[in-house]
């Protein structure tokens, strides 16, 4: 395969992980609902770090910290997207 190949190929994964990306921030919004409906705060470490045992547990030895690297983040962005709901939607019932 060239490299043009190679690349249509990464541009098809990147696609479907947008579109995963977009459906996982739609979920986190709900859960930030849920969470405030419930007085939950949004870090809940213990899961996120039963979350990065699982993905750890998923990959190839040599991809486990590059993973879970990603997940931190991805669970990074899905907090401060909860705490942007939750701060929005509070301005609004104030």
Do not use: C, N
Request: charged residues 45%.
């Amino acid at each position: 395969m060239d490299l043009q190949g190679y690349r249509r190929k990464i541009d098809r994964i990147d696609g479907e992980m947008t579109r995963l990306f977009a459906e996982r921030m739609a979920l986190a919004e709900q859960i930030a609902a849920y969470k405030k409906a419930h007085d939950l705060p949004v870090y809940d470490a213990e899961r996120e770090e039963e979350k990065l045992a699982e993905i750890r547990d998923k990959l190839p030895d040599e991809l486990k910290e590059y993973g879970a690297s990603l997940y931190r983040h991805l669970f990074e962005l899905s907090r401060e997207w909860q705490e942007h709901i939750l701060h929005e939607r509070g301005d609004e019932e104030a």
